[in-house]
């Protein structure tokens, strides 16, 4: 059955970095865009960041206005993985970090087939 597990999550000042990862099974991974979503204490869960699948417009990524220019995505279809780079991290950043198959790579991206996995929890933090 479809499994995702994210890893990689920390405390972390503000300024640093960490890499996140997500690692897939039990679906064919190349075909599939891949989506990192957070959600903050409080909150709703949000969009962060996307990248296409293998076809069509191969290689395409998104990015919330909120990460862009600090976090980039990748995925290594050879692995089943798809890993968030996050760069000079934000206090706002905190939050539990979860990927997923997403419908297609977009703005308004959400959620395909499969549950939530645990997600993984960053912390921002002086």
Do not use: H
Request: with cysteine; aromatic share 10%.
């Amino acid at each position: 059955q479809l499994q995702l597990v994210e890893s990689g999550g920390g405390l972390v000042q503000p300024g640093g970095s960490l890499r996140l990862s997500c690692a897939g099974s039990g679906f064919i991974f190349n075909v599939n865009a891949i989506g990192w979503f957070r959600q903050a204490p409080g909150k709703e869960r949000e969009g962060v960041s996307c990248i296409s699948s293998s076809a069509g417009s191969a290689g395409y990524t998104y990015y919330s206005d909120s990460v862009k220019g600090r976090f980039t995505i990748s995925r290594d279809n050879a692995k089943k993985a798809v890993y968030l780079q996050m760069n000079s991290l934000k206090p706002e950043d905190t939050a539990v970090y979860y990927c997923a198959v997403v419908v297609s790579c977009s703005p308004g991206m959400s959620k395909s087939f499969g549950s939530w996995g645990q997600g993984t929890q960053v912390t921002v933090s002086s």
